[in-house]
């Protein structure tokens, strides 16, 4: 994994003894597992209709990352509406 700069000086102090970690207290690990949990939570079904043609590209693809392809389409959506996915007509 490659870190920038800020990244890399920030693990070479806590290296050095510079930066000491703390557990988290109980309350603070719990609000953090409740995050994590409703961070991953999926919590609706939708029904879709695709061209076959490009049901079955999906499925190549997700068997081809070793996902299924429900993931995969999920995947692109959540990029899609993080900005992570991009027309490449418009860059």
């Known amino acids: 994994m490659k870190l ?16 000491k970690t703390k557990a ?13 949990e409703s961070t991953f939570k999926k919590n609706k079904r939708i029904t879709i209709r695709l061209y076959e043609h490009d049901f079955e590209g999906i499925q190549k693809k997700a068997m081809e990352m070793g996902i299924p392809y429900q993931t995969l389409i999920s995947a692109m959506i959540h990029r899609y509406i993080e900005g992570e996915l991009v027309d490449s007509k418009n860059r």
């Open 4 to 19: 920038d700069k800020e990244e890399q000086e920030i693990l070479a102090a806590y290296e050095n003894g510079l930066i």
């Open 24 to 36: 988290p207290l109980k309350k603070e690990l719990k609000k953090i597992k409740s995050i994590a």
